[in-house]
């Protein structure tokens, strides 16, 4: 709000009245600003240990507008955020575009990368203006390192039990994660 302030004099010498007039100018803003993400592009790397509900990390965008029209709220999308039996995989804080591992566990041997978008979009009043949220978009890779959660297996080769027989006895011990190097 601007506030501008004159005082007016009169020049007649028999009337020695002084006017003031205040004028209060009060600037609205339009939402002429779209989201602005601080990437096209987010990758997070996590382990696949990390317990369900876990924050992953963070996404962010800006607004330089004011109020409600620099006000920002994120939604996922992507059809990795739906896994086996309907269950929705990971949660974003509509507010702070924080990034959570919902109440499921990941296993690098079944899938080693998830992509999702993120929508983040101004609330600006489309009814109140003539400028209508627009909402700006950014990808979201999440990839999953493998974690040694394997036992080894171990495989004992005995040769036969004829006493004639000089073959040695083999031992296998085999690691399955030690093959995803």
């Known amino acids: 709000m601007f506030t501008v302030r004159q005082q007016l004099t009169t020049e007649n ?3 020695d ?3 003031t007039i205040q004028l209060s100018i ?3 803003d339009v939402n002429d600003h779209v989201p602005q993400f601080e990437n096209e592009h987010f990758q997070f790397i996590i382990s696949e240990n990390i317990p369900p509900g876990a924050l992953i990390g963070r996404v962010q965008a ?3 507008d004011i109020f409600l029209n620099g006000k920002i709220s994120y939604t996922l999308f992507g059809h990795d955020l739906i896994q086996t039996g309907n269950r929705t995989m990971f949660k974003i804080d ?3 575009g924080e990034l959570f591992l919902l109440d499921y566990a990941l296993d690098y041997e079944t899938k080693k990368e998830y992509t999702l978008m993120v929508e983040a979009k101004d609330h600006g009043d489309v009814e109140a203006t003539l400028w209508p949220s627009v909402p700006s978009y950014a990808d979201i890779t999440i990839t999953v390192e493998d974690v040694n959660d394997q036992k080894p297996q171990i495989i004992f080769t005995l040769p036969n039990e004829d006493k004639q027989d000089n073959s040695v006895k083999f031992m296998n011990i085999s690691n399955p994660n030690l093959n995803h190097g």
Do not use: E, F, Q, S
Request: hydrophobic share 35%; charged share 35%.
């Open 13 to 15: 010498k028999l009337n």
């Open 26 to 28: 009060v600037i609205l």
């Open 17 to 19: 009245n002084d006017i």
């Open 62 to 64: 800006h607004d330089p």
């Open 94 to 96: 509509k507010d702070t």
